[in-house]
Nanobody, 123 residues
Framework: QVQLVESGGGLVQPGGSLRLSCAASGTIFSINTMGWYRRAPGKRRELVAAITSGGSTNYADYVKGRFTISRNNAKNTVDLQMNSLKPEDTAVYYC?????????????????WGQGTQVTVSS
């Protein structure tokens, strides 16, 4: 059974930095795309950044130049380095893993989510 566990959230002042980490566990042979989404109070969940196993990245416009996503394919981990944080970045951040090959037979599974980690940007 695949599980995603996030860490690294917390309270930070505007202009500060945080690094989120996510580790996928289970019998995993590969993960096509790993990413970070967020849900702010009263808003829908939205993509923050994603990265493929080949290293291609996709960022939401509002984080370009401030956030950097990276991953370790061998360890099935994905990180999000967040710099120059703004109060509007306050949200619960969720790790996502999509199109995984798992289990003894290498079946495909899709769209796994972590439990979320709170990021609060406030003075």
């Amino acid at each position: 059974q695949v599980q995603l566990v996030e860490s690294g959230g917390g309270l930070v002042q505007p202009g500060g930095s945080l690094r989120l980490s996510c580790a996928a566990s289970g019998t995993i042979f590969s993960i096509n795309t790993m990413g970070w989404y967020r849900r702010a109070p009263g808003k829908r969940r939205e993509l923050v950044a994603a990265i493929t196993s080949g290293g291609s990245t996709n960022y939401a416009d509002y984080v370009k130049g401030r956030f950097t996503i990276s991953r370790n394919n061998a360890k099935n981990t994905v990180d999000l380095q967040m710099n120059s944080l703004k109060p509007e970045d306050t949200a619960v951040y969720y790790c996502n893993a999509d199109r995984l090959r798992v289990g003894e037979k290498g079946r495909y599974e899709y769209d796994h989510w972590g439990q979320g980690t709170q990021v609060t940007v406030s003075s």
